[in-house]
Structures are given as C-alpha cells and as structure tokens.
C-alpha cells in the first residue's frame, strides 16, 4: 500500500495537454518519496517488476473510469517491462484489467522500449496486434538509445515514439543531438506515427 501513481502531463506542439504518463513512486513510512530510480532497478532484477506492473495498470484502468465520468478524454500511458510482456498471460491479462474495470482501451497507451524486440519479435508483434485490436495504443519509449532498427519499427503496431531525453536535453546546444532528433521527428512524419 505504499505505492503512489503521479501523472507527468503530456502536452501537444500548441501546449495543450492531450495526455499523461502514469509514473510510480514509492512513499515510504520513513525514507519519505523514494524516487524510481532506487526501487525500479531492483524490481526489474526479479519478477517484483510484474507486480508493479499489474499494479500500475490496475490503478491507470480506474483512473480511466474517473476521468471518463468527468468527460477528459485524455489517454494514460503506463510503462510496461519487458519482464512483464513476455508473460504467456499478458494478453488476456490486460483485457481482463480493461473488461473489469470497465476502461475504454482506445484511451490506453502502453509504453515499451526496444528491449522488447530482443528475444521472439513474432510473439511480440503478435501480442501488440491483438491489443491493437481491442483499441490499446503503443508507443516505444526511449527510443534510439537501445536496439533501433527500422526493420523492427516498421514491423511494430506501434503509434508513438519517444525520443529519448539524452538526445532532447542537449538537442539546442549540441548539433548531432539535434540533427539525431530531427531524423527521428521525420521518420515518424513518413511513417505516420506521433
């Protein structure tokens, strides 16, 4: 119970919000707000990750719900580990989340990273096309800082890259970061991805 989501707003070229990314901390009874870069590392080393993970998606489905009630048609992205992708149930664990409570999927956005494209990329593809089919976006977190290929970008039902912050933090003051970003900002115009 000492789990705590917070919402990093997602803003658009114009600076209207148009989503939020679900980010977890952990409030603890004596060390106070222990930042994700203390506990995460940890849970990814075990299966405490999966844990986090359900968790995560567990609260981002009711707050869905809320936002719902109040008309917000915001979308939510919550990080997913590869750890918890490659689960056998992952799939239908996820309709079951959206089913019970009763979120609409369409406003659902998973987030990956490359990683995730390591081991079985058939299983992956067709993991992310069967939730594609009940709505639920994609989008490729960190990306170019791990496995890119366009091999594997054009293979993805993704609907979303996130260019990493290391290429976006120096990007006005360092000329290959900016070049690195506006290849990336082109390569998803061409393909269509946000």
Same mark, same amino acid.
Do not use: K
């Given at each position: 119970?000492?789990?705590?989501?917070?919402?990093?707003?997602?803003?658009?070229?114009?600076?209207?919000? #148009?989503?939020?990314?679900? %980010?977890?901390?952990?409030? /603890?009874?004596?060390?106070? &707000?222990?930042?994700? +870069?203390?506990?995460?590392?940890?849970?990814?080393?075990?299966?405490?990750?999966?844990? #986090?993970?359900?968790?995560? %998606?567990?609260?981002?489905? /009711?707050?869905?719900?809320? &936002?719902?009630?109040? +008309?917000?048609l915001l979308r939510i992205s919550v990080n997913i580990s590869p750890r918890h992708f490659q689960e056998a149930d992952f799939v239908a664990e996820v309709r079951r989340q959206l089913e019970s409570s009763g979120a609409d999927p369409t406003r659902l956005v998973l987030e990956v990273t490359e990683g995730l494209v390591i081991g079985d990329l058939d299983d992956v593809v067709s993991k992310m096309s069967?939730?594609?089919?009940?709505?639920?976006?994609?989008?490729?977190?960190?990306?170019?800082?791990?496995?890119s290929s366009l091999a594997y970008l054009k293979r993805l039902p993704i609907q979303e890259l996130k260019i990493d912050k290391s290429f976006i933090t120096d990007a006005t003051t360092n000329a290959n970061d900016a070049a690195l970003v506006e290849t990336i900002l082109s390569v998803a115009k061409h393909m269509k991805l946000k």
């Open positions: 119970g000492q789990l705590r989501i917070y919402l990093q707003p997602q803003v658009n070229a114009a600076g209207h919000q #148009v989503g939020a990314e679900a %980010l977890v901390r952990w409030q /603890h009874p004596q060390r106070g &707000l222990v930042p994700p +870069g203390v506990f995460i590392p940890l849970a990814e080393s075990s299966d405490l990750i999966v844990a #986090v993970d359900r968790w995560m %998606l567990d609260q981002v489905c /009711h707050l869905l719900v809320r &936002l719902d009630a109040t +008309g917000s069967a939730l594609r089919t009940v709505g639920v976006h994609f989008s490729m977190d960190d990306f170019g800082t791990g496995y």
